[in-house]
């Protein structure tokens, strides 16, 4: 079984920036795509951006390209997301998640973290 823990949300000026981490454990997670994902309050969860297995191949939603980067680092079996010239429109609880399978679905989802930025 895996887990994933975020860490790194907290409540923020607009244009400060934030940097998550997801530990993964119980399995080792270097060969396999993780992803970040947001929902807001009365919203649905929405994708956020996804890095492959080896950090060579990244996705973003197009409301963070730009501002938000995706990396990993597999020794540590990690994933961040380094979120800068953040936004209110940004505030969401922010998850983690793992894909084990090609298809793009996520098996493995974190508990999340809250992120709140104020204008």
């Known amino acids: 079984q895996v887990q994933l823990v975020e860490s790194g949300g907290g409540l923020v000026q607009a244009g400060d920036s934030l940097r998550l981490s997801c530990v993964a454990s119980g399995r080792t997670v270097s060969t396999y795509t993780m992803g970040w994902f947001r929902q807001a309050p009365g919203k649905e969860r929405e994708f956020v951006a996804a890095?492959?297995?080896?950090?060579?191949?990244?996705r973003y939603a197009d409301s963070v390209k730009g501002r938000f980067t995706i990396s990993r680092d597999n020794a540590k079996n990690t994933v961040y997301l380094q979120m800068n010239s953040l936004k209110p429109e940004d505030t969401a609880v922010y998850y983690c998640?793992?894909?084990?399978?090609?298809?793009?679905?996520?098996?493995?989802w974190g508990q999340g973290t809250q992120v709140t930025v104020s204008s």
């Open positions: 998640a793992l894909s084990l399978r090609s298809s793009g679905l996520y098996d493995y």
């Open positions: 890095i492959n297995w080896s950090g060579g191949s990244t």
